[in-house]
């Protein structure tokens, strides 16, 4: 009976060897895209500043490893919690050969134990990670009626304003309720096309 199943098994293997492969890759490229680029989202779970600490750590050793593989590094949105360098959540959207296949097991929960500076005892905190591909075969068209965009002034590490001029964007989709911010450029319209490309990436999400 062994050698009736490797005849049968060589016999398939003939036959169909050369489609089994293609179907491999074609699920292999739309698992793991090589091209393109990803949008890399963190967020402070449980722990406190110390959580927001810990992002900001993360958010050190990915941006260090995209340099390091030569990817572009675009930061969508950064909100800081509190006095120090803490994040309590951030976008950014990364680009380069193989970008998706470097990052895509950093999805998930991370959690650290450590003593912080201004304590003696050990501290858990997480963080959240979310790793998403852009798919090229997905459009989506937004119509600019169906989005609510307001401007004000942005703020930087604990609270303190950034400057006078109204150039932080808030923006709504008013058919999926997406909403979003930026103020990581001093210009208004910078930052609106910021949340933009947000929304657009939040739109593709949901058509996964």
Not at 24 to 34: A, N, W
């Amino acid at each position: 009976s062994r050698d009736l199943i490797t005849m049968g098994s060589s016999g398939i293997n003939a036959e169909y060897g050369d489609t089994y492969d293609n179907i491999r890759m074609e699920i292999s490229d739309r698992l793991i895209p090589t091209n393109g680029d990803i949008l890399l989202e963190i967020r402070a779970a449980t722990g406190g500043m110390e959580s927001s600490m810990f992002c900001h750590d993360l958010k050190t050793v990915y941006h260090n490893v995209a340099i390091s593989k030569g990817y572009s590094w675009n930061v969508l949105e950064e909100d800081f919690s509190g006095p120090g360098s803490g994040i309590s959540k951030m976008e950014v959207e990364i680009s380069g050969a193989d970008v998706f296949g470097t990052f895509q097991f950093e999805a998930g929960v991370h959690r650290v134990q450590r003593v912080p500076v201004n304590d003696t005892r050990i501290h858990t905190s997480t963080a959240v990670v979310l790793v998403t591909a852009k798919p090229d075969d997905i459009h989506v068209e937004i119509n600019p009626e169906d989005l609510d965009i307001t401007y004000t002034t942005a703020r930087g590490p604990g609270g303190q304003f950034v400057n006078r001029i109204r150039s932080k964007c808030l923006m709504k989709h008013k058919p999926s309720g997406f909403e979003t911010s930026s103020q990581v450029h001093r210009i208004a319209e910078q930052n609106m096309r910021e949340c933009l490309k947000k929304i657009h990436h939040m739109l593709m999400r949901q058509e996964l």
